[in-house]
């Protein structure tokens, strides 16, 4: 059974930073390229970053750019989302999924979400 479990999240001031992690099992994780998601109220689930297998490729929509990270450590099974000069809108729940293969455009499992909150 698959499962992927995020951790990290919290309530946090504008400017400050947070650490989320992915720890995933029930799969072979050097198979899987790994991603972050958000969801915020009201709003679509967005894109935020990507990460392949052996992290040479990366990917962050826009508005992080710069300021989050992705990274992943595969003998832990588990994929990081540095986030610092938080700013308000990205307040959300924070999703990680995987895919197997960096170039499918569907996501093949998900994880339940952790709730990032940023304060003005």
């Known amino acids: 059974q698959v499962q992927l479990v995020e951790s990290g999240g919290g309530l946090v001031q504008a400017g400050g930073s947070l650490r989320l992690s992915c720890a995933a099992s029930g799969i072979t994780f050097r198979s899987y390229a790994m991603g972050w998601f958000r969801q915020a109220p009201g709003q679509e689930r967005q894109f935020v970053a990507a990460i392949n297998w052996r992290a040479a490729n990366l990917d962050y929509a826009d508005s992080v750019k710069g300021r989050f990270t992705i990274s992943r450590d595969n003998a832990k099974n588990t994929m990081y989302l540095q986030m610092n000069s938080l700013k308000p809108e990205d307040t959300a729940i924070y999703y990680c999924?995987?895919?197997?293969?960096?170039?499918?455009?569907?996501?093949?499992?998900w994880g339940q979400g952790t709730q990032v909150t940023v304060s003005s």
């Open positions: 999924a995987v895919k197997r293969g960096w170039y499918r455009d569907a996501w093949d499992y």
